[in-house]
Each structure stands twice: as C-alpha cells, then as structure tokens.
C-alpha cells in the first residue's frame, strides 16, 4: 500500500477575496464631478439672486422718485378757481407798491385785475393810473370793467374813496366799459400804505 499524497500547504490555505463596491456607489471621479455640478449649481443661484437683488433695487429707487414728486406736486397750492358767487355784490382789489407800479405804467399803459366771476359771468378790472389816450382831464385815471359779449349789467365802480354814479351797459363783444376820466388819482391813493383799492 502506498501513503496517501499530501497537497502542498500552501494550496489549503485560503486566499483573500476583493471586496466588491456596493451597489449603487459611486467612484472618486463620479463624486468629483457631481461636486463639480453642486457648485455650479450654488454659483448660479447666487448669481440669479445677485440679479434679483440689484432689480429691486432700481424699482424702489424708481419709486422713491416717483413718491417725491407727487410729494412736492402735492405741496404745490392748486390753480384757484375764480370765486362765483350769486350773492356777491362787492368786489375790491388792492393794488399794492403802488408808487413803483404806476412808474412803470406810463399814459395808456394798463394794469389788469385777476378775473372774478359773478352769477357764472367771468369779469375783469382795466385801470390806467396814468390815463388812457381820451383822458384829457390832468391827474385823472382812467377804470374799465370787462365782460363777455351778451352780458347786460348794472353796475358802479370806484377808485379809492371816489364812487362814480351806477352804469347800465350792454356788451356786445369782449370790451370794456367804463370812464377815461375817472377821477383825480392824487386824492384817492393811500400814501400810509402805499396802495390805491379799486
């Protein structure tokens, strides 16, 4: 009988297996590149935010401006209507810096009233401190009140404390109507104020 052979030892000895990566994991160069796109990603949505930032911005300055400027249109007084009144009977206008003002208006140079309206009919006083040119009295002034064409109206006017007698006129067109030799300007100019009330 012969001896049973014997296998070399090393070849019983077992050898170490290579550890298989588990499913689904991914290798250096896949984790670097999806690294690569998270980054990516996070710059442009900080651009986008950068953008998004820099339009609000420039729409609330835009709308500061726009604020401002209704604030100051707000502050601004309104155009006044000229005063309409069915029981208005009086109306007076103080001409101030009368002494500088009548230098400045030579004969025939006239000084004009702001319009004013009475029973929906728009008017206007036409003064000539200096006189007109059918003004022959010397020192005289010379008053005209103007209204639209159709108006028929009574009415009497004054300089100072000078009343003319009451007129009864009828407009025909747009004029004025009134006298060239009003009354002597000196006596009805109030020196302490430096004014003449028409």
């Given at each position: 009988l012969?001896?049973?052979?014997?296998?070399?030892?090393?070849?019983?000895v077992p050898r170490p297996r290579r550890r298989r990566p588990p499913a689904g994991a991914m290798s250096l160069e896949e984790l670097a590149f999806q690294?690569?796109?998270?980054?990516?990603?996070?710059?442009?949505?900080?651009?986008?935010?950068?953008?998004?930032?820099?339009?609000?911005?420039?729409?609330?300055?835009?709308?500061?401006?726009?604020?401002?400027?209704?604030?100051?249109?707000?502050?601004?007084?309104a155009p006044r209507a000229p005063p309409d009144n069915?029981?208005?009977?009086?109306?007076?206008?103080?001409?101030?810096?009368?002494?500088?003002?009548?230098?400045?208006?030579?004969?025939?140079?006239?000084?004009?009233?702001?319009?004013?309206?009475?029973?929906?009919?728009?008017?206007?006083?036409?003064?000539?401190?200096?006189?007109?040119?059918?003004?022959?009295?010397?020192?005289?002034?010379?008053?005209?009140?103007?209204?639209?064409a159709g108006v028929r109206l009574r009415y009497q006017l004054r300089v100072g404390n000078h009343w003319m007698a009451p007129d009864v006129d009828t407009w025909d067109s747009h004029m004025g109507h009134g006298h060239s030799n009003f009354c002597f300007l000196e006596a009805q100019w109030d020196k302490g104020s430096n004014s003449v009330t028409v």
């Open positions: 012969s001896a049973p052979s014997r296998a070399p030892l090393e070849a019983c690294a690569d796109q998270f980054a990516y990603a996070l710059e442009e949505r900080q651009r986008r935010h950068a953008e998004a930032i820099a339009e609000l911005r420039t729409q609330a300055k835009a709308l500061r401006h726009r604020a401002r400027e209704a604030l100051e249109k707000g502050a601004r007084p069915v029981l208005l009977r009086r109306v007076e206008w103080s001409i101030s810096s009368f002494s500088e003002r009548m230098q400045e208006k030579p004969k025939n140079s006239a000084m004009w009233s702001e319009h004013f309206t009475i029973m929906g009919v728009q008017m206007k006083l036409e003064f000539f401190p200096n006189g007109r040119d059918t003004t022959w009295m010397p020192g005289f002034c010379a008053l005209f009140l103007w209204c639209p």
